[in-house]
């Protein structure tokens, strides 16, 4: 008797399929006919797995998010100050995505997308984000370390503050300028809006 295939292993072999197609020929000309075709298989089977050629590729878009949203908890849940944890948190978000342009910026532009037409995929991993900043704000404002007494004001300022630095669309749009510059700016402003948060009394 001929054991039945593991899934997963053709899930895995659709998305490196995927992956290789968007990385050579770009994401417009990737079609799930072509994607099958490299995976050896029909398309009617990757539509087995994948409802939608969209949805595949926020599959590939989670296979790297998954593991930095668990690289930005476990930040959120060290035992350093809430300063300093907001500080790596936000750097941490800033490198990921930079490494990620950097490596293949045709899988960038899929995250891209992703956000700017606020697919699940999107939304879900912004409120993520957005609970982590959260915790830590919240952590800071009950040990002192930051003054500020209402958490809804505080995230609006850390948000609009970094906005340039942790947007993904943004991000793609700065490309051409220097990571090295973009940190710099980064790191002053992650400075400033630490000593707004240290100061604020509203």
């Known amino acids: 008797m001929i054991a039945p295939k593991n899934p997963e292993t053709t899930v895995q072999r659709i998305l490196n399929a995927a992956i290789a197609e968007v990385t050579s020929h770009g994401i417009d000309r990737a079609t ?6 490299a995976a050896s298989m029909t398309h009617a089977n990757v539509y087995r797995h994948f409802e939608s050629k969209t949805a595949l590729f926020d599959a590939i878009t989670q296979t790297w998010l998954k593991p930095l949203e668990a690289r930005l908890g476990e930040i959120t849940d060290a035992p350093d100050p809430a300063r300093d944890k907001l500080e ?41 984000i957005r609970t982590l900043i959260d915790r830590i704000l919240e952590e800071g404002m009950s040990a002192g370390a930051f003054s500020c007494r209402n958490r809804s004001q505080a995230m609006s300022l850390t948000l609009d503050a970094l906005y340039r630095f942790i947007q993904p ?26 000593k707004a948060l240290s100061n604020m009394t509203v």
């Open 32 to 37: 799930v006919v072509s994607i099958a075709r």
């Open 88 to 128: 790596r948190l936000i750097f941490a978000l800033f490198r990921a995505y930079h490494d990620r342009l950097d490596t293949n910026s045709q899988l960038f532009d899929l995250f891209v997308r992703a956000f700017r037409d606020n697919r699940t995929l999107a939304r879900q991993h912004r409120a993520r």
């Open 169 to 194: 669309e943004v991000i793609f749009l700065d490309k051409e300028i220097q990571r090295k510059a973009l940190e710099s700016r980064l790191a002053a402003t992650s400075s400033m809006v630490i």
